[in-house]
């Protein structure tokens, strides 16, 4: 089994760029069949890039991923990344194609640089703790809800709920979300030790357990990538209620740019 990818991004989601070495350059047809159905939306003459580390963040936990280009050393070669996932054993994989018909420079052991689509990010980061401030601004107001769900997608991000939350109760929730705004609380990454207790172990896994936190307010395990500050979100708009099945679900936005 090859060593899973360093995920640089669950240390320090502020980069930008990185430079690192490649694991292996395929095509997509030459994966193993779990791993080309993680392509699925690609065409099959499109590439798969591993590298020995990574800050481009895979699809998962209600987050789209991060698109972006690895260069080599040669500046000609270009790999355009349009889709980075994650295997079940820790290997991300980016997926792509190289922006011209040069000669392949993307050998194994060869130095590349990682660059996000860092415009991309910042919207991905912000609807991402706008979903966690909406989630303790919950635990403040409506202490009793349970949240069952939760989707930081662009143009379909929503909180799930068990139980009924009504139109009236908007404007105090949303009254609650806008202080925590304000506010500019930190918002910081932890880590839980391999072990130690945590409600949803079963779920986590036994490993270290990221832990994100709004103002102390709360602590939720979490991988994905967050801004530093709720005041970097801007306004957070609960845009609808609606219930169905016992379940509420909140349909929240946020400014695509500041
Ligand atoms: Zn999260």
């Known amino acids: 089994m090859a060593a899973p990818t360093e995920a640089v991004y669950l240390h320090d989601a502020s980069l930008r760029t990185l430079t690192t070495e490649i694991v292996s350059y395929q095509p997509i047809s030459s ?143 949303q009254a609650k979300i806008d202080e925590l705004v304000k506010q500019d609380l930190p918002v910081t990454v932890s880590w839980l030790e391999a072990g130690t207790p945590v409600y949803d172990r079963a779920k986590v896994g036994d490993g270290p357990v990221r832990i994100v936190s709004v103002g102390g307010l709360d602590q939720t395990p979490c991988g994905g990538t967050h801004v530093e500050r709720t005041g970097l979100v801007g306004s957070i708009n609960i845009r609808k209620i609606t219930r169905k099945s016992g379940i509420s679900r909140m349909s929240y936005e946020v400014a695509k740019e500041l």
């Open 31 to 173: 994966l193993s069949e779990d791993e080309q159905s993680l392509a699925k939306t690609l065409a099959s003459d499109e590439s798969a890039m591993t590298m020995r580390q990574t800050i481009l963040y895979p699809q998962g936990g209600g987050q789209l991923c991060d698109t972006g280009t690895i260069t080599g050393s040669n500046p000609e070669s270009c790999f355009e990344v349009s889709l980075v996932r994650k295997t079940p054993d820790g290997k991300i994989i980016h997926f792509g194609k190289p922006s011209n018909s040069g000669p392949n420079s993307f050998l194994e052991g060869h130095s590349v640089i990682q660059n996000v689509d860092a415009a991309k990010r910042d919207y991905h980061s912000r609807l991402h703790t706008a979903g966690h401030i909406i989630g303790v601004a919950m635990e403040i107001v409506m202490p009793e809800m349970k949240e069952v769900k939760a989707n930081h997608t662009p143009k379909e991000a929503g909180m799930e709920y068990e139980g009924l939350i009504y139109n009236e109760h908007k404007p105090l929730i």
